[in-house]
């Protein structure tokens, strides 16, 4: 009994180690009678008055004197603002979380006291840096890669925008973690604020959950979702909330629920109760709040949600028609809270791979014209295995890991793509099929794998001569590509393909090298939709291709061919 007693302490110990720190102030508060939660919201020892603050379930207002109750059944175990425009949220040390949020500690029964500190800033115009499918395990030296290859890349990228004194902020759309594993490396979500801190992450960070954020040591039963998340609330705080910054209304959304049914087959970790399987959808509880959230942002003002599984994409990846994610009953629901906006984005991540889908192109869908989802690529490209193998930093889409940066001027959204292993002036790779086909014809290894897994496209059969394949890695419907060949222009092919660096990168040393062929993971032909085709008239010319994003900015690469192909090419 005395080993249990001490055991749950030292848990006890280690979770409250990461929960939020509270501020105490000096303002005068009392609790309205029935109130369970009470406290007062301050800048630089003055109050603030209307400023939003909820426990997940209703929203109150601050007075004049800064004071605000609720009478909270405190489920949620924390009691949460809404950044007002105009103010940030104070961070403590190296620890990048916000502290908007502050842990419930009393019965509920009982009046507590939560007090948040602000501080004023001029942030109308600032950067959001969009981060998702991070995937920290403890596992295949991925702390190191991601504290010594993304975050320097990340703080080069926003330093010139530092410079300008334009204020930083991130959006981790979620998968953190990597719930499999929680147990095997000992590694959890509370440990990944623990990473962030350590690895020197150069903005603060408004996180949302993940599926894989979820403990998995939680069996399937009525409340499975609310509990296997209960790690994540201790490390992070709300699993819903929002924020202003400038002249945005940004909201965190969690669309997956949790199930972790007991399944047959399936990968089995240390500790972990069952398949880890999930839906797609919201709680009835978040789309109430969500409701009341934007019931008073007003329609003028933009939007941002980030969720971290895609709600809306092109149903066959290329162009329209657009098909919602969400199960039927809550479809119309969630686009009725947002069609009466001006403008609508949302930021996702979830597939590891860069998506823009834009409602508007869908014109039998007009409820959903005014919405722009923004799916992220992981930052853990291949959750990062191929730079555990000695390889580039690329996703399952052959798209290099990396994430998105969003220059917001007033209510003026833009946005790009940064990959971590090149500057933000590269957004495209070219592949000469001569010498991709010649590799998959000499490679024995390629041969050994596609002997396993017939399905995939082998380009050793591939048709055409001197053929130059462009692999766009944010490419959206608005964006146009030229190519030319000693000046004359030549006709370019959109086509859904494989990509052959992914096969190289990943599949061969998982698979063969790490003898993991019994699975069914990499049997499907893997095929992405901003692969782009030229025919050229000769295998030695040189082309000149020129991409102009949505924005009318144009990269440029000069390839010379022939280019050889192999695992680290450029």
Known sequence: ?????????????????????????????????????????????????????????????????????????????????TIPSGYEAMTEGTDVVPQFWAELTADPQTAERHDFNLRAVNNDKHIIVAVTDIHIANRLNDQTVFSESFIPSLKAEIEQYRKQGIPVYSIN????SFDLYWYDYNYDIADFRKTLATAGYPTQMFATM?????????????????????????????????INIGKIHYVMLDNIIYRNQVKEGGKKGKNI???????????????????????????STPVVLAAHSPIFRYANYMDAPVAI?????????????????????????????????????????????????????????????TSAFGGPQIGVTGDPAGCKIFPIDGTDIKWYFKATEFDSSTQFRCFDMNQVRK??????????????????????????????????????TDWKISVTENGRELEVVRKKRENPQYMVTYDIPKRLWMFDLNTKSSAKKSQHPHMFFVETSSPNSTIEVTVTDSFGNTYHQTMERPKPFHANMK
């Open 439 to 476: 590799y998959y014809q000499e490679n024995g290894e390629i041969k050994v794998f596609l002997n396993h897994y017939p399905k995939r496209t082998n380009y050793a059969n591939f048709k055409g001569e001197n053929v130059v394949m462009i692999n766009v890695w944010d490419w959206a």
């Open 273 to 299: 109760v069952g398949s880890r399987n999930y839906d797609i959808a919201f709680t009835r509880e978040q789309l109430d709040w969500l409701a009341a959230d934007l019931k008073d942002v007003d329609k």
């Open 210 to 242: 993940g599926n894989h954020d979820n403990d998995g040591a939680v069996p399937y039963g009525p409340d499975v979702d609310f509990l296997a998340s209960a790690k994540y609330r201790k490390a992070f705080g709300p699993t819903y909330y929002s």
């Open 1 to 81: 009994m005395k080993r249990v007693f001490i055991l749950t302490l030292a848990i006890i110990t280690a979770l409250t180690t990461t929960a939020q720190s509270h501020f105490t102030s000096t303002l005068a508060a009392k609790a309205a009678k029935g109130a369970t939660i009470y406290g007062t919201v301050e800048c630089e020892g003055k109050p603030l008055e209307g400023v939003a603050v909820s426990d997940g379930y209703q929203i109150v207002k601050t007075d004049k004197q800064g004071l605000y109750n609720l009478t909270s059944a405190k489920r949620n175990g924390y009691v949460f603002i």
């Open 173 to 176: 759309m979620g998968d953190s």
């Open 325 to 385: 994610r969400l199960p039927e009953e809550q479809q119309q629901e969630f686009v009725s809270l947002l069609k009466d906006f001006k403008t609508v984005h949302i930021l996702s991540g979830h597939t590891h791979r860069n998506r823009c889908c834009y409602g508007k192109r869908d014109t039998t869908k007009p409820e959903i014209a005014n919405i722009t989802e923004h799916t992220v690529v992981a930052v853990s490209g291949a959750r990062w295995h």
